[in-house]
């Protein structure tokens, strides 16, 4: 079964530094999301995408945080300059084209900012 | 009050056990229920998702929504220690793009 892909599966970085978490989406998918998740609390959304552009993002989604698909198959999660709470897992999903389609998720890279 | 009130347990049953996850909301926009699955240090997995009223089956589980009450429920029969796992419930409203809510989570152990 196709699924959603996402590299690298930890991430540790110091803060202030940049850092791009790459996602391969379901290969005929169209709208793509980033979440993400701290530590014992809930999955949280921060952005959409769809039609090379973005579609909605939370508040969360400020402008240290970019997204981009560069070619066919990626989709990135781009934080400029890291702070000590942006550690968390982000998961990157993706969904198909058809209106009430679900949204099927990788397993997420863990960032560490330290 | 939140949008999605979901207890996060931690539930331990015995395996072969009935196992019953609860969620409530209170945005009458939400339209699309699903229920994921998340293993320790991995992404949901989907298990069902439904958009109307009353109950879907597949294999061991079924789920269950009242939208008149605004609850959506998880069953799980026969239930087995690889079915330990942290269930999220999750909605969609008829926004344009889609986005899920979660629910906090429900940590359930089945012991053999």
């Known amino acids: 079964e196709p699924e959603v892909t996402q590299t690298p599966s930890h991430q540790v970085t110091q803060m202030g530094q940049e850092v791009i978490l790459r996602c391969v989406p379901i290969?005929?998918?169209?709208?793509f999301y980033w979440y993400r998740q701290i530590l014992g609390q809930k999955v949280e959304f921060l952005v959409s995408f769809y039609n090379n552009e973005i579609s909605e993002k939370s508040e969360i989604f400020d402008d240290q945080f970019s997204v981009e698909r560069p070619d066919g198959s990626n989709f990135t999660l781009k934080i400029r300059s890291t702070k000590l709470e942006d550690s968390a897992m982000y998961f990157c999903a993706s969904r198909g084209r058809t209106g009430n389609s679900p949204l099927h998720f990788g397993n997420g890279t863990r960032l560490t900012v330290t | 009050q939140k949008e999605v009130e979901q207890d996060p347990g931690p539930l331990s049953v015995p395996e072969g056990a009935i196992v019953s996850l609860n969620c409530t909301y209170s945005?009458?926009?939400?339209?699309?229920f699903m229920w994921y699955r998340q293993y320790s240090r991995k992404g949901p997995e989907l298990l069902m998702y439904?958009?109307?009223?009353g109950n879907k089956e597949d294999g061991r589980f079924t789920a269950q929504v009242d939208k008149s009450s605004k609850y959506i429920s998880l069953f799980i029969r026969d239930s087995q220690p690889s079915d330990s796992a942290t269930y999220l419930c999750?909605?969609?409203?008829?926004?344009?793009?889609?986005?899920?809510?979660f629910g906090s989570g429900t940590q359930l152990t089945v012991l053999p």
């Open positions: 999750a909605m969609i409203s008829s926004g344009s793009a889609r986005q899920l809510t």
């Open positions: 439904t958009y109307s009223s």
């Open positions: 290969s005929n998918h169209l709208y």
């Open positions: 945005n009458s926009a939400f339209q699309y």
